[in-house]
């Protein structure tokens, strides 16, 4: 029999979903996703949901593919454009990076449910996954708001059988004008009375849900845990949709059994909502941990169900322990970090290559937030300071900061690390803004590698200037695919 993994599932209901616009930004690990599934490459997430939704405004189904804290940017016409309603289906798949591997921080992407109030489905297993996306575009059509599916690395790489064909093409419905004869205060009501009210009916009905009985003990789980939690001789109640919860079927459920298990990842989202109940444990009662799960964590947890748990002792991951990778040896870049180490001045990164000069042997960087910020940090220092920033993060939203350095006449130094491509990421092309940038401050090219001296004196002689002004080091990466941070 053949096989299919969740990346291919996913590829596979795009297809069959006649998805014409597709649209990301790269990260772990939704990296190989979107290019499997040949999506244009957007400057940071909110325009890749803004392009989807105008195509959808105008008739065309679309695909939004983005990393965990890519939710962070889109959220803003995320939560807009649940109440302004849409034409054709939009779906975002949100890459939760547990771990994490290539990410600054672990998120759960299911929080964005009620935030925007919107549903969020979590399935189990590649072809659970080919039917959420199919019926996510489904539901999202009916209901004209976007949609979450949300996958992990592993849900991507689990093995699954071939799904064949199953075409589902959309109506090309456009956005109805009707809804502005309601005030924003209308929509959002009628939004609350009939768009997620119909929501529950459907998360209630799905065919997304499984359920297996077997004695008084029962998990309750979402997403790859409950791939886990099967074959373990207690009930298993398998949820389609993390946002909303299927109220009717849950209290069902937990009132046939006398012990409850909710087995989800990374945060304890379900169980929270469910903890209430004295049958409910999970991580919130320390029986499961905290973080991504394996089939062992759940069977420990059952067995130790009837004793209370207590709080033990956390042992924090180190970077030796992960395994740390640092600037690659032959990176162009290695004079630059080694001379901002030498200069006394406090210096924010981007979530790029700089993050990885923030340790042994530069602990040349000192601060990063995000991608994109060193330059809005930079600017917030007490004295003058250095921001560096790759040129995929200076078109992402570094941009937006130099603006408003100029602007607001802050002192800093910005330095953009360009080797055209997003290296971190697998070495997507980056815009060339070098034009914008000589238009707005004054800029001095840099080739690199140079030497260490060489590259100290520009440094100083950068810092002399009163305002904002640009380095632009010159270089390219040998190593264009890593997709790890650490």
């Known amino acids: 029999m053949k096989s299919m993994n969740g990346l291919q599932a996913a590829v596979q209901a795009a297809r069959d979903a006649a998805a014409e616009v597709r649209t990301y930004v790269p990260g772990y690990p939704i990296t190989d996703l979107a290019a499997a599934l040949k999506a244009e490459i957007s400057v940071n997430e909110k325009v890749a949901l803004e392009i989807a939704l105008g195509a959808s405004a105008t008739g065309s189904r679309a695909l939004v593919i983005v990393k965990q804290v890519g939710m962070n940017i889109l959220a803003d016409p995320l939560v807009i454009s649940a109440t302004h309603t849409i034409g054709s289906g939009v779906v975002v798949i949100a890459g939760d990076d547990l771990g994490p591997r290539g990410s600054q921080a672990e998120m759960d992407s299911r929080f964005y449910g009620p935030l925007a109030e919107i549903p969020v489905l979590d399935p189990r297993s590649p072809a659970a996954l080919h039917a959420s996306i199919l019926e996510a575009f489904t539901l999202s059509e009916w209901l004209r708001i976007p949609v979450i599916v949300r996958v992990t690395a592993r849900l991507l790489a689990a093995e699954g059988p071939e799904i064949l064909p199953l075409p589902c093409k959309g109506a090309g419905?456009?956005?109805?004008?009707?809804?502005?004869?309601?005030?924003?205060?209308?929509?959002?009501?009628?939004?609350?009375?009939?768009?997620?009210?119909?929501?529950?009916?459907?998360?209630?009905?799905?065919?997304?849900?499984?359920?297996?009985?077997?004695?008084?003990?029962?998990?309750?789980?979402?997403?790859?845990?409950?791939?886990?939690?099967?074959?373990?001789?207690?009930?298993?109640?398998?949820?389609?949709?993390?946002?909303?919860?299927?109220?009717?079927?849950?209290?069902?459920?937990?009132?046939?059994?006398?012990?409850?298990?909710?087995?989800?990842?990374?945060?304890?989202?379900?169980?929270?909502?469910?903890?209430?109940?004295?049958?409910?444990?999970?991580?919130?009662?320390?029986?499961?941990?905290?973080?991504?799960?394996?089939?062992?964590?759940?069977?420990?947890?059952?067995?130790?169900?009837?004793?209370?748990?207590?709080?033990?002792?956390?042992?924090?991951?180190?970077?030796?322990?992960?395994?740390?990778?640092?600037?690659?040896?032959?990176?162009?870049?290695?004079?630059?970090?080694?001379?901002?180490?030498?200069?006394?001045?406090?210096?924010?990164?981007?979530?790029?290559?700089?993050?990885?000069?923030?340790?042994?042997?530069?602990?040349?960087?000192?601060?990063?937030?995000g991608l994109g910020s060193s330059v809005g940090v930079a600017s917030g220092f007490a004295e003058k300071g250095i921001a560096v920033v790759g040129d995929f993060a200076l078109a992402h939203s570094g941009l937006q900061g130099l603006i408003n350095a100029v602007w607001q006449k802050h002192d800093v130094l910005v330095i953009v690390l360009k080797n055209d491509v997003a290296a971190m990421t697998g070495g997507q092309e980056a815009p060339d803004l070098t034009k914008l940038l000589e238009a707005l401050v004054p800029t001095r090219y840099m080739e690199l590698p140079g030497t260490e001296e060489e590259v100290e004196l520009v440094l100083r002689e950068e810092m002399k200037r009163s305002g904002a002004s640009a380095v632009v080091a010159l270089g390219r990466c040998t190593k264009p695919r890593i997709q790890r941070i650490v």
């Not at 009916?201 to 409950?226: D, F």
């Open 173 to 369: 419905q456009q956005f109805d004008r009707e809804g502005w004869d309601l005030t924003m205060r209308g929509r959002h009501q009628r939004h609350h009375d009939r768009i997620m009210a119909f929501a529950e009916e459907a998360c209630e009905s799905t065919t997304l849900n499984r359920l297996e009985i077997s004695g008084n003990v029962g998990i309750i789980a979402s997403g790859r845990p409950a791939a886990l939690a099967r074959g373990l001789g207690v009930s298993l109640l398998s949820l389609g949709y993390s946002n909303p919860l299927p109220a009717k079927l849950l209290g069902r459920f937990m009132d046939s059994h006398r012990h409850i298990l909710v087995a989800e990842e990374p945060e304890p989202f379900i169980e929270s909502q469910l903890a209430g109940s004295p049958k409910v444990q999970g991580k919130l009662t320390g029986h499961l941990p905290r973080g991504p799960l394996e089939r062992a964590d759940i069977i420990w947890a059952l067995e130790n169900l009837e004793k209370k748990q207590e709080r033990k002792p956390q042992v924090y991951e180190s970077v030796a322990e992960r395994g740390y990778a640092g600037i690659c040896e032959d990176c162009p870049f290695v004079p630059l970090f080694s001379a901002l180490a030498r200069i006394d001045v406090p210096v924010a990164g981007d979530a790029g290559c700089a993050i990885r000069a923030t340790r042994e042997p530069y602990k040349s960087v000192d601060v990063v937030y």
